[in-house]
């Protein structure tokens, strides 16, 4: 089990910035696949980015970036441009492999919230 804690929610306008941290207390960090999720208020969590141990990264919406950095066991995700609807929950996630299916991360945070102003 890896213990992730997510920081750097909080309030943007439109169009802004936000880097979100999910830190992991795991010393095998480097060995795991790791992605972001986001949950909006009534709708189905939906993946954000992954990343793998060696750096590749596998994200839909070219306005994220992912990264990691493997001695600080310490993932982000820069969200650049901001929508009202980026607006949600985020959760950071472990797993063995890099994919959009929740299903194979074993370790989740307890999420961060971004909220987008009009």
């Known amino acids: 089990q890896v213990l992730l804690v997510e920081s750097g929610g909080g309030l943007v306008q439109t169009g802004g910035s936000l880097r979100l941290s999910c830190a992991a207390s795991?010393?095998?960090?480097?060995?795991?696949?790791m992605a972001w999720f986001r949950r909006a208020p009534g709708k189905e969590r939906e993946f954000v980015a992954a990343i793998s141990p060696s750096g590749g990264t596998y994200l839909p919406d070219s306005r994220f970036t992912v990264s990691r950095d493997n001695a600080k066991n310490t993932v982000y995700l820069q969200m650049n441009s901001l929508k009202p609807e980026d607006a949600a929950v985020y959760y950071c996630?472990?797993?063995?492999?890099?994919?959009?299916?929740?299903?194979?991360?074993?370790?989740w945070g307890q999420g961060t919230q971004v909220t987008v102003s009009s």
């Open positions: 795991a010393r095998a960090f480097s060995n795991y696949a």
């Open positions: 996630a472990a797993g063995p492999t890099v994919t959009s299916d929740e299903n194979q991360y074993f370790s």
